[in-house]
């Protein structure tokens, strides 16, 4: 059963379309996180769901129910805020039986959910005190607390860890998930966050100017991005993509680009030789021997391993990922190859599919290997740069 | 001594202290404390205002003008019209500055046009609301008789109570557009996360109104009411001009009072003493304003 759909969904502001056409289907107790740039419709579309906002054309169902025409009060929703949202002028325990009062709940029954709320989230001590009287956490956990009481159908959560310094970020990344598991509410969680997406979330929808770019679990958003936009915003540092040709050999596919040349794994059968783009993530790229020759820019050292920016004759640059301890420079010129295991092909444009075959880059068993027992050779194109 | 600890530049950061804040404490010592304290000494004596030569009589101005009946009646009048103006000013003013809180069209135009009674002159003002209230030709007759609500012209200004209804009604025009820009100030500063959060929780617009949109409009409120309760409560030109304290004195309140003891009667150590304790009245709002402002200040 699906706890949240979204059909055709639209939603326009004036002139401006922020939500186009958004088909979505989030299932019953799942953790969705909205993930995009700033922009790209992730809030509105958690807004109109909230029933802040409403769609200018298409459905949006909560649990089997259409709700275009239900207030935000009648929809068995509850919505944590970035900033809180906290009434100032009531107590921590006021607040959070605030959604219980408007709903008409016996006062005895208010104060024994208020007290089972406060004791799941470590809020006792504080239920007398005013929001301004409390940390940026202990707000946070107070609008948790006013979203909890009502035992809602669905939470959502719009950037709720934004406002938090980055350790207590970490921390409440934790809580999060393990309240979702607990709970076993579904949860719809908006951020701009790559890292909060791919760690706490079920599935991430992907989004870019008010569309659906991917909607799939985090590591095959990671894996196997759907098209080179979701490729080159998921991921830190980011996927080195390389703009080029895609030419063809009977079975065998061949990019090319300004100082490279490499046969590339089994593509999709709608592939067609011409303008593509090839991905590497970092951890992919191979320094130390191979057909590239590229100059080290710089090294960032991170602790357990390092980053390396490469400069290519081309003038391309990449990013590599290494272990720890190495003592390249900036300066030194290194040989490089890719691990073709695991580049990726995208069709031409900012937002080109992908074209590799379900599991294939991602290494995964299903791998065909005729042509990737030959994806590094080098090419005599490749020697002279 | 702490001076003698003091290093040059200190004492020299001193001096310019002192002499940039010299001139307003001049200012405030030449307008301010002295004529208070020259109404305080002429309190305590019988003087003859074109002369200003008298006896002194020491309390005796006060103990005769808590005996006297006018007095009272004046305290009543200026209670009633500070509760009665205020009032309206508030209810008006919190009214209107929700209405051009809202997105409508001519929202920017009714801004700047709500002000207009506040920045008029007094006496403008006056003239125009006498003209509006004639009962021969004024146009407030005209228009009640045409659709039906009186038959035959009213005295606005010259029976009671319509003189001092007709006051109050003026005095709230013409005020209530500071409470229009303070409490519209307000309103925009309230975030709209607050509003949103309540819709979910299942507020209604009334449940709204009341528990976000009150409790943030609070602490400007008391703001409001005291500044407006000490500015209504020592009004004098509106009254003045509308009504000249009539008919008879029912329209006159203290400070038109401490007017015609000074200059119609002459007895300026009595209307000194009145001046004195309509203060010490109004010293109250103010001590309560001061603490609120410092307890603001301090959290």
């Not at chain 1, 769901?49 to 909560?62: N, R, Y």
């Not at chain 1, 959070?96 to 470590?122: F, N």
């Not at chain 1, 890292?195 to 095959?220: C, K, N």
Request: a neutral charge; charged letters at 20%.
């Amino acid at each position: 059963m699906a706890a949240v759909v979204f059909s055709n969904v639209r939603k326009e502001f004036g002139s401006f379309t922020a939500v186009h056409g958004l088909d979505l289907s989030i299932a019953e107790g799942e953790f969705v996180s909205l993930l995009g740039p700033s922009g790209c419709g992730k809030t509105t579309t958690l807004r109109m769901l909230a029933g802040l906002e409403f769609p200018t054309s298409g459905e949006i169902e909560i649990g089997n129910r259409v709700v275009n025409d239900v207030a935000p009060g009648k929809r068995d929703i509850a919505m944590v805020f970035q900033s809180y949202a906290l009434y100032p002028h009531m107590s921590v325990a006021q607040n959070i039986a605030y959604p219980l009062r408007k709903r008409g709940t016996p006062l005895a029954e208010r104060q024994k959910s208020v007290a089972a709320t406060a004791e799941l989230l470590q809020l006792t001590e504080l239920l007398n005190r005013k929001p301004r009287q409390l940390s940026g956490g202990q707000q946070q956990r107070v609008a948790l607390g006013r979203a909890l009481v009502r035992d809602p159908k669905v939470f959502l959560l719009d950037e709720p860890l934004s406002n938090l310094d980055a350790k207590l970020r970490g921390y409440m990344r934790v809580e999060l998930v393990e309240l979702h598991r607990r709970l076993g509410r579904t949860m719809v969680y908006v951020t701009h966050d790559q890292l909060e997406a791919m760690t706490m979330s079920d599935r991430i929808a992907v989004m870019e100017g008010g569309e659906l770019q991917q909607f799939a679990p985090p590591t095959e958003v990671y894996e196997e991005p759907a098209n080179r936009f979701v490729a080159s915003f998921i991921g830190t540092p980011g996927m080195t993509l390389i703009d080029g040709d895609l030419s063809r050999d009977g079975d065998h596919w061949l990019f090319q680009a300004d100082g490279i040349s490499m046969a590339v794994a089994t593509l999709k059968d709608n592939a067609s030789p011409g303008p593509a783009c090839l991905g590497v993530r970092p951890e992919h790229v191979l320094i130390g021997e191979g057909p590239v020759n590229g100059v080290i820019q710089v090294v960032e050292k991170t602790g357990h391993e390092n980053i390396v920016v490469l400069e290519l004759s081309s003038g391309q640059r990449l990013t590599g990922r290494v272990p720890a301890p190495q003592s390249w420079r900036p300066g030194e010129t290194v040989q490089l190859s890719f691990d073709a295991d695991h580049t990726h092909v995208f069709g031409p444009g900012p937002r080109g599919i992908r074209l590799n075959r379900d599991g294939v880059s991602a290494g995964k068993a299903s791998a065909p290997p005729l042509d990737i027992a030959n994806a590094n050779t080098p090419t005599p194109r490749k020697a002279q740069s | 001594m702490p001076s003698q600890t003091r290093t040059l530049l200190e004492r020299r950061y001193a001096a310019l202290g002192v002499m940039l804040i010299a001139p307003t404490v001049v200012v405030f010592c030449s307008v301010i404390v002295y004529p208070l304290l020259s109404a305080i000494y002429l309190s305590f004596f019988s003087i003859f205002t074109p002369t200003l030569e008298g006896d002194f009589v020491g309390l005796g101005n006060y103990t005769e003008l808590l005996q006297t009946e006018v007095f009272w009646s004046s305290l009543g009048t200026t209670l009633i019209w500070t509760v009665g103006t205020l009032t309206l000013q508030i209810l008006f003013g919190v009214g209107m500055a929700l209405v051009l809180h809202q997105n409508i069209w001519f929202r920017s135009l009714a801004r700047s046009l709500i002000l207009f009674p506040y920045f008029i002159s007094t006496v403008v003002a006056v003239l125009v609301w006498k003209w509006l209230f004639n009962d021969l030709y004024g146009i407030m007759n005209h228009f009640l008789i045409s659709i039906g609500f009186i038959d035959f012209p009213m005295d606005y200004l010259g029976t009671m109570p319509n003189a001092l209804i007709s006051v109050i009604l003026v005095g709230a025009w013409k005020y209530f557009p500071f409470v229009v820009i303070a409490v519209l100030a307000r309103l925009q500063t309230i975030p709209d996360a607050l509003y949103e959060a309540a819709k979910i929780d299942g507020a209604g617009p009334i449940a709204r109104f009341f528990d976000v949109t009150l409790p943030q409009l609070r602490d400007v409120l008391v703001v409001i009411i005291l500044l407006r309760a000490i500015w209504d409560f020592k009004e004098f030109d509106l009254i003045f001009l509308l009504t000249g304290g009539g008919p008879l004195r029912d329209t006159q309140t203290l400070p038109l009072l401490v007017y015609q003891e000074a200059f119609a009667l002459n007895d300026m150590g009595k209307a000194s003493a009145y001046a004195v304790v309509m203060m010490a009245i109004m010293l109250v709002f103010m001590l309560i304003y001061i603490r609120r402002t410092r307890t603001e200040d301090g959290s």
